[in-house]
C-alpha cells in the first residue's frame, strides 16, 4: 500500500527516471559504505549483484547533477581479467556501465581507445589485468576492479594499480569478486583503509533467473566450493596445507557406493570446561574390494561436539556406531588413557570398541591420509564444511588454527582404521542379548 501510493505520487517523468535511481534499489552490500576508506571490496557469491553495484558506483561519481555538469571523478579506470571480459561484463554486460546509464548522460564508447566518454566530459579506460606493464603510464581519480581474486598477475597488475591512482583529493577503488584464497585479495583485505560488504547468491534471488537459484544449490549447497560460490565466503587454505580447497571439491560426490565397512572415531578432548576443545567424532565408511591399493574411503558423517562431560560424547559416539551400523568404535586414547574405554563400555558394554594411542605428532599422523586425497582414494558427503576449513589449516609443520584440529585428528583415526592400517582387520557387527 504504502509502495503504491507512492508510485501514484510520481509525474510521467519521475516514473521514467526510476529504474535509475539505484540507491532506491540497491541492496545494502551494494551501497558504498560510509566514511573514509581507499578501497571498497563488494564480495559474493555469483550472481549476488556485484557488477551491478560496481557499475552503479562508476555511474555514482562520474554523473554530475546535470548531464554536463561535471562529477567526483574525471579519469576512471576500469579493469578486468583481460581486456574482452572487461569489455563484454563491465562496460557492455547487462549490468554493466552501458546498461545502467540513463539516456541523457549515458557515455560512448570509443572503440579504438577502448575507453567510455560521458557527455560531461568525464573518461572510462579499459584495462587488463593480463598486462601489469600496460598500467604503468596512466593515472586516474578512480578504479573498479572486476574479480581480482581470478587475476593471474593479480598482485603485479594491483600494486600497478595503487600507483597510478593518484588524482583528485581522495581516490577510491571499488573491488567486485568472489571471494578466492589468493593473496593479491588477502592483502587488500587486510589493509586499515579497506572497507567490505558482503553477499550470498541467495539475496539476489528475485534478479535471477528463474530455477538458478533450485539448481545450484541443489547441486553445490553443503560443499567447501558452495560456501565460496553461493555464500561469498573468503575459504582460508594455509600455506603449505596439506588439503586444499581444490583437492575437497575434487572429492566431494552425490551418490555413495555400498559399504563393506564402516567406523566411527572419536578424538577425545583433554578437559570439558567451557573454552576446551571439542570432541572431534567422524563417520567414515569404506569399499575394501580387490587389493588393499584400491580400496577408497568415504567420510559420512561430521558429529563434532562441545560437551561439558564425557559421558555426552561417548553416547552420541555410541548412538553413531547405531545409526550407521558401524563395525567398531575407534578412540584416541593418549589423554584419557583405560577411562575412555571405561565410560564408553559403562553406556554399552557391547560396543566393539578400538583404542588407539599416537606415537607421532598430527602433521606426521596425517601425511598418510592426505595421500590418500592426493590419489583419489577419499571422497566426501555433502556438508563437512567445518571439518574441511579444519583440513585446509593443516600443514606438515602442524595446525595452524585455532585450538585443536579435533574433526581433523577424528578423520585421520578413521582413515587410518579402514584404509591404511587394514591389518587390524574386521570384527564383525555386535549381537545384542535381550531381557
Not at 274 to 279: H, Q, T
Amino acid at each position: 500500500m504504502v509502495q503504491r501510493t507512492f508510485l501514484e505520487s510520481l509525474t510521467p517523468d519521475q516514473i521514467e527516471a526510476l529504474p535509475y535511481l539505484f540507491d532506491f534499489w540497491a541492496m545494502p552490500h551494494q551501497r558504498p559504505p560510509a566514511g573514509d576508506w581507499r578501497t571498497w571490496v563488494i564480495m559474493g557469491g555469483r550472481g549476488a549483484g556485484k557488477t551491478r553495484a560496481g557499475a552503479e558506483w562508476i555511474r555514482s561519481i562520474a554523473e554530475g547533477p546535470t548531464p554536463t555538469a561535471a562529477g567526483r571523478a574525471r579519469r576512471i579506470a576500469v579493469v578486468g581479467e583481460t581486456v574482452d571480459q572487461t569489455r563484454e561484463v563491465m562496460i557492455f554486460g547487462e549490468s554493466g556501465i552501458l546498461a545502467v546509464s540513463p539516456p541523457d548522460r549515458k557515455p560512448k564508447w570509443i572503440a579504438g581507445r577502448k575507453m567510455l566518454e560521458w557527455p560531461n566530459g568525464a573518461t572510462a579506460h579499459v584495462f587488463s589485468a593480463h598486462d601489469p606493464d600496460a598500467l604503468r603510464g596512466p593515472q586516474f581519480d578512480a578504479l573498479w576492479a572486476d574479480e581480482v581474486a581470478k587475476w593471474k598477475n593479480g598482485e603485479d597488475a594491483w600494486d600497478m594499480l595503487q600507483f597510478s591512482l593518484r588524482l583528485g583529493d581522495c581516490p577510491q577503488a571499488c573491488v567486485t569478486t568472489t571471494p578466492r584464497n589468493v593473496p593479491v585479495l588477502k592483502g587488500i583485505l587486510e589493509r586499515p583503509s579497506t572497507v567490505v560488504t558482503h553477499a550470498p547468491t541467495e539475496a539476489n534471488a528475485a534478479n535471477l533467473a528463474e530455477g538458478f537459484l533450485e539448481e545450484v544449490q541443489s547441486r553445490y549447497a553443503g560443499t567447501r566450493l558452495g560456501r565460496q560460490e553461493l555464500e561469498g565466503v573468503l575459504l582460508a587454505d594455509a600455506e603449505g596445507a596439506m588439503w586444499t580447497t581444490e583437492m575437497i571439491v575434487e572429492a566431494v560426490i552425490d551418490d555413495l557406493p555400498e559399504m563393506d565397512r564402516i567406523v566411527v572415531a572419536v578424538d577425545p578432548p583433554v578437559t570439558h570446561k567451557g573454552n576446551s576443545d571439542a570432541c572431534g567424532i567422524i563417520v567414515a565408511g569404506a569399499v575394501t574390494q580387490g587389493p588393499v591399493h584400491t580400496w577408497k574411503a568415504y567420510v559420512l558423517a561430521d558429529l563434532t561436539v562441545h560437551t561439558e562431560s564425557p559421558t555426552e560424547w561417548a553416547k552420541m559416539a555410541i548412538a553413531a556406531v547405531d545409526r550407521f551400523d558401524a563395525q567398531r568404535l575407534v578412540a584416541e586414547v593418549n589423554q584419557g588413557g583405560d577411562m575412555v574405554k571405561t565410560i564408553i563400555q559403562g553406556i554399552d558394554p557391547l560396543v566393539p570398541y578400538h583404542a588407539v594411542r599416537a606415537h607421532k605428532g598430527k602433521a606426521a599422523r596425517a601425511e598418510p591420509v592426505a595421500a590418500l586425497y592426493e590419489q583419489g582414494r577419499v571422497s566426501h558427503v555433502r556438508g563437512l564444511g567445518a571439518l574441511e576449513d579444519q583440513m585446509c589449516l593443516m600443514t606438515h609443520q602442524g595446525f595452524v588454527g585455532s585450538g585443536s584440529p579435533d574433526r581433523v585428528d577424528a578423520l585421520v583415526w578413521a582413515l587410518r582404521d579402514l584404509v591404511i592400517d587394514p591389518a587390524y582387520g574386521w570384527r564383525a557387527p555386535r549381537v545384542r542379548t535381550l531381557g
